[in-house]
């Protein structure tokens, strides 16, 4: 029996927490599109975007905590998520480029959608509850009519409700003696029933499932256990960093590097800079108004210096060179 009423203490707070999810996430939805807005001057738009990704944190609280409440789990709430003011460029940009911040707004856009549907969804639940609470409460009830009128103005709109013990009906009339329409509902048909029993099935299999993928969603965007994850995949999208000249330039005037730097001439220094730029053979020839034979010497010359394999395909010794610089770190 205990088990029973913690089975349905479970599904009363899913349920609940899926109709409070649908004001909610209207709210949240509709305060998110208003701070994309760009329909006022620019720098309140700023402004305004700016107060957007700040308020994150604090809907991602809020978020966090109701799911706990409700759903009685232990989801962890990360505050300050930013270190630097808010009218500081330093904040600008830490605000800009917080994950947190993005990932809360996702979660905003996805939780909307999710939402809408979660809301129907327990709807047509308890739209088959009633329907089967209806046929068998038939059985209690006995002949009734009920009139009834509506003004509007000056106009007068009337009708009845009655029901028929006989026929198991209920028969709704518009109208008056001189002209009427009416509807009638067999609440004593299978159909009903049916109906009823799949809508309250289909909420019981999938109300749950629904529930734990929107608590997963606060867990995952807002509580930030997906964090690691979104933060991977941008890593491997952005890709490797690209190295200018002047990265080199620096790199190679450092006194850390390895004292086979300073063997290297100033043209070999140069023809390297152009290497960790990409630049073929024929690209460094051109820039340098030299032989493509020349500029070949010249890398043999680098690499040898360097103790690199001479015989290393190209775009392999430039991989190389950068490594041995520091500027990238072998994997």
């Known amino acids: 029996m205990k088990t029973l009423f913690k089975v349905l203490g479970q599904r009363a707070?899913?349920?609940?927490?899926?109709?409070?999810?649908?004001?909610?996430?209207?709210?949240?939805?509709?305060?998110?599109?208003?701070?994309?807005?760009?329909?006022?001057?620019?720098?309140?738009?700023?402004?305004?975007?700016?107060?957007?990704?700040?308020?994150?944190?604090?809907?991602?609280?809020?978020?966090?905590?109701?799911a706990n409440k409700i759903l009685k789990t232990d989801f962890t709430v990360t505050d300050n998520w930013f270190s630097h003011p808010f009218f500081s460029w330093d904040g600008v940009r830490e605000r800009v480029t917080s994950l947190r911040s993005w990932m809360a707004i996702g979660y905003v856009f996805v939780s909307f959608g999710w939402s809408i549907f979660s809301f129907v969804l327990v709807t047509l639940g308890l739209s088959g509850i009633f329907l089967i609470i209806t046929v068998f409460g038939v059985t209690l009830l006995s002949n009734f009519?009920?009139?009834?009128?509506?003004?509007?103005g000056g106009d007068k709109f009337s009708g009845n409700i009655s029901f028929n013990e006989a026929t198991k009906s209920i028969r709704l009339e518009f109208g008056d003696v001189t002209s009427s329409a009416g509807i009638?509902?067999?609440?004593?048909?299978?159909?009903?029933?049916?109906?009823?029993?799949?809508?309250?099935?289909?909420?019981?299999?999938?109300?749950?499932?629904?529930?734990?993928?929107?608590?997963?969603?606060?867990?995952?965007?807002?509580?930030?256990?997906?964090?690691?994850?979104?933060?991977?995949?941008?890593?491997k999208f952005v890709g490797k960093e690209k190295i200018s000249e002047r990265d080199v330039r620096e790199a190679m005037d450092k006194e850390s590097l390895q004292p086979q730097l300073s063997e290297l001439s100033k043209r070999e220094r140069e023809i390297l800079s152009l290497m960790a730029q990409g630049k073929s053979n024929a690209g460094i020839a051109k820039a340098l108004y030299i032989t493509e034979g020349s500029v070949e010497k010249h890398i043999s010359n680098i690499l040898l210096k360097l103790g690199l394999p001479v015989e290393e395909e190209s775009h392999r010794r430039v991989l190389a060179v950068l490594k041995y610089l520091g500027i990238e770190k072998p994997s």
Do not use: C, H
């Not at 209207?26 to 107060?51: D, E, K, R």
């Open 13 to 66: 707070r899913e349920i609940a927490y899926l109709l409070v999810s649908f004001p909610v996430s209207i709210l949240l939805f509709v305060f998110v599109i208003f701070g994309f807005s760009t329909g006022i001057a620019l720098p309140f738009a700023v402004l305004i975007f700016l107060f957007l990704l700040t308020m994150m944190e604090r809907i991602a609280s809020f978020e966090i905590k109701r």
């Open 145 to 152: 009519t009920q009139s009834f009128q509506i003004v509007d």
């Open 184 to 235: 009638n509902w067999n609440l004593e048909s299978y159909w009903n029933m049916g109906v009823g029993i799949v809508l309250v099935l289909v909420a019981i299999w999938v109300i749950p499932r629904n529930t734990r993928a929107m608590a997963q969603m606060v867990e995952g965007l807002l509580s930030g256990s997906f964090l690691p994850q979104v933060q991977s995949q941008i890593s």
